[in-house]
């Protein structure tokens, strides 16, 4: 008896350091950062248009609001100590360029740090305004992605190591497999606490929260009041397109739900990663929420295989460092 429980504990032991500690190609968390990257930019960009109402220190609503909702808040914003609207936009100006140089791969790990340190900083100082799930899904791959060698490839970093004569070929990594565990476990917690409070409301039990959400005037980008319809159907009788929308609200429970179930099992995860990537494209597409749709087709990224990164996007990679190679041979 105390021998198969000492077996068996060995064998928990090594499948814990499997999983957590086993070195895998970087390619994932490399592609993953020019995604981060580019959003991160995008998305801070759009600040540039109300830099002084959501940033100012004492004017507009931001001021009025920011004592009354953030007493004793224990997040951190170098925006609390920016007063001028010259260093204001200095520093929003310097950030963006953290995180072009990100997307690019330029100094790679020091400025991963920069753009986390500046998302959260924006993050924090707009709540309770403008804080929204696409923020919080840009804070949480960042923190992973600054924890990875995620300038191993797809990386200006790369092609000036090339230039040099150096290697190239970024070896497996224990971080880069950590990083990618971390954003798979997080992306489950997500989606589980979001289908357990779904299941708290009644219109997704009575199937009609999809409608009122691409219903609604205040998120609707396409108008998909066709649904209410009867579509006839050869034969006699109708359809009524309701109960599509009633699929659509139940299934969307479900797989938010047992998303932390399916997705680890090899047969069940491609339809799973699809039926999640539809989703959101569904929620882009219907609700006009595209950058955060993204970001989470993004996040669901995590559980492709390295392998599957490389055979998509090592030819357009080998196409730079052959021009980088011609370029350097001329010279």
């Known amino acids: 008896m105390i021998n198969r429980v000492s077996e068996y504990l060995r064998t928990v032991w090594r ?6 500690f086993t070195p895998t190609d970087p390619a994932l968390v490399s592609i993953l950062r020019v995604l981060v990257g580019g959003m991160l930019l995008y998305t801070h960009l759009v600040w540039s248009f109300g830099l002084h109402a959501f940033f100012s220190p004492t004017d507009g609503w931001t001021g009025e609001l920011l004592p009354a909702t953030q007493g004793g808040r224990m997040g951190f914003s170098y925006w609390d100590y920016i007063g001028s609207d010259t260093l204001r936009w200095s520093v929003h100006v310097l950030n963006l360029i953290v995180f072009f140089l990100l997307t690019i791969g330029l100094f790679s790990r020091w400025v991963a740090v920069l753009a986390w340190i500046s998302a959260l900083s924006y993050a924090n100082r707009v709540t309770p305004g403008a804080f929204f799930g ?27 190591r090339l230039r040099r004569g150096a290697s190239t070929e970024a070896g497996p990594s224990v971080m880069a497999n950590l990083a990618t565990r971390l954003i798979q476990l997080h992306l489950c917690v997500i989606y589980l606490f979001g289908g357990l409070g779904k299941a708290q409301g009644d219109m997704w039990w009575n199937g009609g929260a999809v409608w009122y959400s691409v219903a609604s005037y205040e998120y609707r980008s396409l108008d998909m009041t066709w649904l209410s ?5 050869w034969g006699g009788g109708s359809f009524d397109l309701l109960y599509v929308v009633d699929f659509l609200t139940h299934a969307t429970v479900f797989l938010e739900i047992f998303y932390c179930c399916l997705v680890w099992n090899r047969w069940a995860r491609p339809w799973m990663l699809a039926a999640m990537i539809g989703m959101h494209l569904f929620i882009g597409a219907a609700m006009g929420m595209w950058t955060f749709a993204l970001i989470m087709i993004f ?17 357009l990679a080998r196409r730079v460092k052959l021009a980088v190679a011609g370029e350097k041979a001329a010279a």
């Not at 499948?15 to 957590?20: A, H, L, M, V």
């Not at 840009?138 to 990386?155: D, E, F, K, Q």
């Not at 319809?229 to 159907?233: D, E, G, M």
């Not at 669901?300 to 998509?312: D, G, S």
């Open 134 to 160: 696409l923020d919080k899904a840009n804070c949480m791959m960042i923190t992973y992605v600054m924890l990875s060698p995620c300038g191993a490839r797809y990386s200006v970093d790369r092609l000036l």
């Open 15 to 20: 499948g814990w350091n499997d999983f957590w």
């Open 229 to 233: 319809a009867q579509v006839p159907l």
């Open 299 to 315: 996040a669901n990224m995590a559980f492709l295989q390295p392998e599957t990164v490389r055979r998509w996007c090592d030819p």
